[in-house]
């Protein structure tokens, strides 16, 4: 293991020694077996301090989409022998081609250990018997996640996607009290209970616990408060990563709801300004794009890889739950974002101002049928149960999105469950002119 019991923990003076030595041994390790980087580097060794990272060339998943196109299956980003990897994943493809994870034994323990800082920060213990909803097949989020949920000591119970009756029949008879999925799977919950279990209510489940992932959402204070007043659980951002680089490094506390960097001992994170890739400070209120670069990996090591995820710094002081890692919130990803006139909009700004209007149910899609410029944001967004389609409504929501985001909408209203509701990740951008 090259993970620190306790790291998450730990101020970045007790750290230092060992994250010196980290990246000593993993700049070799980079530098001597890795063909992608001696390629993108030049012949330019890596710089010895963290600090002169920046000197390097930023590497981003096109270049590692073209990598395993060119030397399938993993790329020539595969830094170690065949041999040594021991574990294959896929990535889901949301954002294009899917891409072939390999790891080592080791890499899978520090994702594993990881993982579980965070689903233990996010309220996860011995004492839950928590069901993971997400998909086993193949994907990150499946096994990975199943094995960072089991690192709290909490009973695990891996049930999937789909059988969603059986899923419900389950948490009844098993006694489950939290529940691992995405934020918009309680809705596929919900109409199943509404539609084949009439008389029971979500909140006769009886889950505490919502620990949530892989899209955004929950963010926003009105999408919380439904869940909670729903459910009658707690809902945690409590597994937020990038499927090429950890699974899960970084989630929230009971005493504050922005996420907690939790992997300083094997992950260094960078910010930069996305256009121009300029470095900026970590530092409250600064906002850019997440960079991070592998401290610890063996088959595919990542060096300043761009997530594509813009961050907002909330905080770097320890936090009253004990956490010294820097406190954030992903603000959307940068191939989500649209620009309206000038204005730079992503969906979680959308939604927030959505889920406050309570004729609507709080989904919706932004489906753009001609590349920028755009001068509207065109908006569909889903009636609430028993809602009608209203000129007045309509209007209500336009302006609502016009005086919070300053930008002009063209919406339309869809009729309740017009959406199809999925188990996996929802996609809320659509460019249908690709």
């Keep these: 293991m090259s993970t620190i019991k306790g790291a998450e923990r730990l101020s970045m003076a007790d750290l230092a020694p060992h994250i010196v030595q980290a990246?000593?041994?993993?700049?070799?390790?980079?530098?001597?077996?890795?063909?992608?980087?001696?390629?993108?580097?030049?012949?330019?060794?890596?710089?010895?301090?963290?600090?002169?990272?920046?000197?390097?060339?930023?590497?981003?998943?096109?270049?590692?989409?073209?990598?395993?196109?060119?030397?399938?299956?993993?790329?020539?980003?595969?830094?170690?022998?065949?041999?040594l990897a021991n574990r294959l994943h896929r990535t889901s493809g949301t954002t294009g081609q899917a891409m072939n994870l390999a790891l080592s034994a080791r890499d899978a323990q520090v994702t594993q250990a990881v993982g579980g800082r965070c689903h233990a920060s996010a309220g996860l213990g011995p004492d839950h018997t928590v069901v993971h909803c997400l998909n086993y097949q193949m994907w990150m989020g499946g096994l990975t996640d199943h094995m960072t949920l089991e690192a709290t000591g909490a009973l695990v119970v891996p049930f999937g996607v789909g059988a969603t009756d059986l899923l419900i029949r389950t948490i009844r008879e098993v006694g489950i009290t939290a529940i691992s999925c995405t934020p918009s799977y309680p809705a596929v919950l919900e109409r199943v209970l509404a539609e084949r279990f009439p008389g029971l209510k979500p909140r006769d489940l009886g889950l505490k616990l919502g620990l949530f992932g892989?899209?955004?959402?929950?963010?926003?204070?009105?999408?919380?408060?439904?869940?909670?007043?729903?459910w009658g659980m707690e809902p945690r951002n409590a597994n937020y990563g990038v499927s090429d680089v950890f699974s899960n490094f970084a989630a929230e506390c009971a005493q504050d709801t922005r996420l907690h960097f939790m992997a300083a001992d094997v992950l260094h994170p960078e910010l930069i300004e996305p256009e121009s890739g300029t470095p900026l400070p970590?530092?409250?209120?600064?906002?850019?794009?997440?960079?991070?670069?592998?401290?610890?990996?063996?088959?595919?090591?990542?060096?300043?890889?761009?997530?594509?995820?813009?961050?907002?710094?909330?905080?770097?002081?320890?936090?009253?739950?004990?956490?010294?890692?820097?406190?954030?919130?992903?603000?959307?990803?940068?191939?989500?974002?649209?620009?309206?006139?000038?204005?730079n909009m992503f969906p979680s700004m959308v939604a927030a101002v959505l889920n406050e209007i309570a004729e609507l149910s709080g989904d919706y899609r932004i489906t753009l049928d001609a590349p920028p410029p755009h001068d509207t944001l065109p908006v569909q967004a889903e009636l609430a149960e028993g809602v009608p389609v209203s000129e007045a409504l309509r209007y209500k929501v336009e302006q609502a999105i016009k005086t919070r985001l300053g930008a002009s909408a063209t919406v339309t209203l869809c009729p309740a469950h017009g959406f199809p509701r999925t188990e996996g990740k929802t996609k809320r951008v659509i460019r249908s002119y690709r």
């Design 214 to 230: 892989g899209e955004p959402g929950l963010d926003d204070p009105a999408f919380r408060a439904r869940l909670r007043e729903t």
């Design 23 to 83: 990246w000593e041994t993993q700049r070799t390790h980079v530098a001597a077996h890795s063909p992608f980087y001696q390629t993108l580097w030049d012949g330019r060794e890596p710089p010895r301090d963290l600090r002169d990272l920046p000197e390097l060339p930023l590497s981003d998943k096109t270049q590692l989409r073209l990598s395993q196109a060119a030397h399938p299956p993993f790329g020539d980003y595969l830094a170690a022998p065949r041999s």
């Design 282 to 343: 970590l530092e409250p209120g600064a906002r850019g794009e997440l960079v991070l670069t592998h401290l610890a990996r063996d088959c595919q090591p990542l060096v300043r890889f761009r997530t594509g995820d813009i961050i907002e710094i909330g905080a770097t002081e320890p936090c009253a739950c004990g956490g010294t890692g820097f406190r954030f919130s992903v603000v959307g990803r940068s191939d989500d974002m649209v620009v309206v006139r000038g204005l």
